[in-house]
């Protein structure tokens, strides 16, 4: 992590979608903050001279939903590997959600939580608490003790809270917060030792299936419970096409609801699961092709408010197993913008679509929106987008390795990540590039 003393960034395509403007132009920092924008800015003495021609410059992107594991599962990954991902992805803030081992659900394991990120992270890192005690489902956590300590939102995330009495509480309770709660939305009855979505794949396989309609059963309860508090709600992760419609309705009925969806369920479909790869094996599963084709939708009429990776390492160990017993989920940081801009770039526009990791999760969480205004905190990505380049998790910085996408050819690539004025990231041959230029001596 290298301290930005000044650099300037010359003929780059400005992106900052909070004042919904892109341009070619220049960007100069000095220490950890942004001090000019503009066009033929000229160089001064004894700061970072970059050609950046070709390059676009985008705020550090936000992912509402990360497990940064670490405490009693740092062998998958911990605090500077995962952000150390985060920041080769672009990413300035992470959300880590709360089912740690122990869970964050009380002042003192979430204190402890709060120190090692101060101690090991490179970018960012806004934990969530639990709603209930040990995630159980059953008694709600001191939700103003968290937020005091400095949780970012609520969720019991991969155990749906199936006591709608329960969940009501929490709705009022977490309104004296200012906060609000992230749903894993999915009937725990229904989906009981279903490991992929139930349809035609998993007959074929053989394999108990987890249907679509117990996504929609849950976002349709908990819809009616917002109905009622009026309490901000988010749903995380949606993958069925009739979740999509029922929050599309929602937020027509005006009720206070946002939703992300993944790089993952915007790619991929059950189409890809041809044999028992764990890769594929993830919560909630891969969907159906017209599922796929929804959460794209959403994303474009902006039902869908953001894109988060569910970043979710596990070992090697842990996905050798048989395809019915492995740990869900897949590693996510490094690929979020490539897998992303593949499938909705070219049909969003550049603004749109980085808003989705921008300003749209900001707003959700109430963070300050980022931006490239002078006098912004200088924590940016810098974008190739015509660079082609093989996805190699074996050079990647997260401990695990658990992703479908090894070995596959994208278009775009993130190629410096700055946070706060420090370099926390530099792709190899950007650095060449940049350092071909060399310091400018006046």
Not at 36 to 52: A, F, P, R, T, V
Not at 288 to 300: P, S
Not at 423 to 440: L, N, Q, W
């Amino acid at each position: 992590m290298t301290l930005v003393q000044g650099m300037l960034l010359k003929n780059v395509l400005l992106i900052d979608p909070s004042r919904q403007l892109e341009y070619q132009g220049d960007l100069r920092v000095q220490g950890n903050t942004i001090v000019e924008e503009g066009k033929s800015l000229s160089s001064q003495s004894n700061e970072d001279l970059i050609d950046g021609t070709g390059m676009w410059v985008v705020p550090g992107l936000i992912d509402m939903h990360t497990h940064m594991r670490d405490l009693g599962q740092r062998d998958k990954e911990d605090l500077h590997s995962g952000t150390k991902a985060a920041a080769a992805g672009g990413f300035t803030t992470v959300i880590a959600m709360a089912n740690t081992e122990p869970p964050l659900d009380g002042g003192a394991i979430f204190a402890m939580y709060l120190q090692r990120i101060r101690e090991r992270a490179v970018v960012d890192v806004l934990p969530v608490a639990c709603v209930t005690k040990g995630m159980r489902g059953e008694e709600l956590t001191n939700m103003v003790e968290l937020s005091e300590a400095g949780a970012i939102a609520f969720s019991d995330d991969g155990v749906t809270i199936q006591n709608m009495a329960v969940l009501r509480r929490a709705l009022e309770y977490v309104q004296l917060t200012g906060k609000l709660i992230i749903s894993h939305a999915e009937d725990q009855d229904m989906v009981e030792g279903g490991v992929i979505n139930e349809g035609f794949v998993s007959t074929r396989m053989g394999l108990p299936g987890r249907p679509a309609a117990a996504e929609a059963i849950a976002v349709a309860r908990e819809l009616e419970l917002v109905r009622m508090t009026n309490s901000p709600y988010h749903f995380t992760h949606l993958s069925t096409a009739r979740a999509v419609e029922l929050i599309r309705q929602a937020k027509r009925d005006g009720l206070p609801v946002t939703a992300d969806a993944t790089p993952h369920h915007l790619s991929l479909s059950t189409d890809a699961i041809v044999e028992f790869d764990t890769h594929l094996k993830m919560n909630p599963p891969l969907r159906d092709e017209q599922d796929k084709q929804a959460i794209i939708a959403g994303l474009i009429d902006g039902t869908i408010d953001a894109i988060a990776t569910d970043h979710a390492p596990h070992t090697r160990l842990d996905k050798s197993g048989m395809f019915a017993e492995c740990p869900v989920g897949i590693i996510g940081l490094e690929t979020a913008f490539a897998i992303s801009s593949k499938a909705l770039l070219n049909k969003l526009g550049r603004l749109k679509f980085f808003a989705l990791f921008t300003i749209n999760p900001a707003r959700i969480l109430d963070l300050p929106e980022p931006s490239l205004q002078r006098n912004s905190p200088a924590s940016f990505a810098v974008i190739d987008p015509e660079r082609i380049w093989t996805y190699d998790p074996l050079e990647g910085f997260s401990r695990s390795r658990n992703t479908p996408y090894a070995r596959e050819q994208f278009k775009g690539k993130v190629v410096m990540t700055v946070h706060k004025g420090n370099r926390v990231y530099e792709d190899s041959a950007f650095k060449e590039r940049r350092e071909r230029v060399g310091t400018h001596e006046g």
